[in-house]
């Protein structure tokens, strides 16, 4: 049964806060078109490549039986057409889907674009030369999708068949595979396995922590890792250098990415975006918390003890004992002098043994 390859086109938006604004304030976002957005491309396509691309590990038996047989494929992108950036969805089916499964299709593909993997790409930060941009897929008005079928290519498949086994006699191309053994608690979660050495400290067999899918926990080629019985469940994403320790969690549509590490009992959860930093005890990070390094210091802070961040935390700062942040609060210190914060207040702490710097393992804490 011959395949077929189709673009599924889609109108794209963005909100692009400039570097010279300070604190996120909702009047000054610029809302850009996707006819401006061509200078930003390689910068959203390298967070859709962490994000993860492909929309069809999604379609299972059970909810959409009919589509899980006939789509082979579906991988996000974007692309220019027209002098205007778009969405696209490639999607490769075979020749039998019928045009009530196309509408099915494009039905399924809204949906992630509006509630799943478009809702959870929109939330990502994603860092360009002049600013910072949030990328919507779905649009609310004048939505519709434009389709192109692609011609067949005989040659690209025929290399893209022999690829993989020229990657296997070197390096295996993914980084861990899922085993069998599932938690003692959440049976859905399952132990990974290291297939190759990862970072300097996790040998190819090292059995690693739990998730729920590969969406979990990044395949390329960084230090990513889930040590001990750390878990990365539901749609959350652990990528670029992040570590998770001891029963650390990510869960819901978590981003915990770049430098960040977590220990002990603490959670990402909900929207919280993590870049850089340490998050340990039974700090919780949470609702659309941010958590990253000061642009100009690059110090990350260190959240602990039974603190709760909610708003944007970035800089020399240390949130400890019951301290919180709360939604919309931004906490920013442009300084190396270290802040500590807790329920009763902030201070400047004075001991320079609690500096948290760039490392984002330091586990200093001031004392209560």
Known sequence: M???????????????????????????????SGYELSDYAAAISEQIEREGDHL??????????????????IRISVEERGGELCGCATVVVD???????????????SGQYSDGWGEGFEQRDIQ???????VHFWQEERFAFTVEQVANEPQLEQAAVHTPQQTKSSQPAKKYEITDISHPVYPELHRIRALRQVGTDVPAGTLGGYVQSEANLSQDSDDAWLYDDSISRDEANVCGGAQ???????????????SSTMYDNAVACDNAILTAGCIRNDAIVCGNAR???NAATHIAPVVTGQSVVMGDLSGSVVVYGRGFILPG?????????????????????RDPGLTPGCDGKNRNTPER
Do not use: C
């Not at 609060?329 to 702490?349: C, F, K, S």
């Open 128 to 134: 360009v030369e002049d600013g910072n941009l949030n």
């Open 291 to 293: 958590v990253r390094e």
């Open 56 to 73: 069809e590990q999604y379609l299972d038996d059970e909810n959409s039986p009919y589509l899980a047989a006939h789509v082979k494929s």
């Open 244 to 258: 998770l320790h001891d029963r650390a969690v990510a869960q819901d549509l978590a981003l915990v990415s770049g």
């Open 95 to 109: 020749e039998d889907l019928t045009e009530r499964g196309w509408n099915d299709l494009q039905e399924y593909l």
């Open 2 to 32: 011959e395949n077929l390859t189709f673009k599924l086109y889609s109108p794209l938006t963005a909100e692009f806060l400039p570097d010279d604004n300070r604190f996120w304030q909702e009047d000054e976002l610029v809302e850009l």
């Open 329 to 349: 609060q931004t906490v920013d210190n442009p300084t190396r002098r270290l802040i500590g914060l807790n329920e009763r207040g902030a201070a400047i702490v």
